[in-house]
């Protein structure tokens, strides 16, 4: 696997872009159910998901009440189909393997934290962009 930073560019047909999002999801009624054989399991399907769409992963941590997720990813992925495709391979997958998840109504809630990070800060661009004109 090649070197990777999270603030260099990424290169994809006619685009470049750096876009990296910070998630964080739950599972329903924040129950402590993510430890363990569960947590190592979670983690190969997030990194097998992120493989297979060239997601990149700057940083991942799974707690037993929620998951942080920081990601490179490109132009062409939202925010919101990034979330459906793990939150729902990770269910299928967990919950077959794992019959104790089945207790919970469904493994995620529908919610989740997302954020946008960059190798500038907002105020720079705001200022960049303020200077065009002049």
């Not at 990601?71 to 979330?83: A, E, G, Q, R, W």
Request: proline share 5%.
């Amino acid at each position: 696997m090649a070197v990777f930073k999270p603030d260099e560019y990424r290169h994809e047909g006619n685009a470049v872009s750096l876009l990296n999002y910070h998630f964080v999801f739950i599972p329903k009624r924040r129950k402590k159910v993510l430890v363990g054989a569960i947590a190592d399991r979670l983690q190969q399907i997030i990194c097998e998901l992120c493989t297979e769409n060239r997601w990149r992963i700057i940083a991942m941590e799974i707690m037993a009440d929620h998951v942080h997720l920081f990601l490179n990813v490109k132009p062409t992925d939202n925010p919101s189909n990034i979330m459906n495709k793990i939150k729902g391979r990770a269910s299928h997958h967990l919950r077959k393997e794992f019959p104790e998840l089945l207790k919970l109504p469904t493994l995620w809630t529908p919610s989740y934290f997302v954020s946008t990070a960059g190798n500038i800060c907002t105020e720079t661009v705001k200022k960049y962009i303020e200077q065009q004109k002049r």
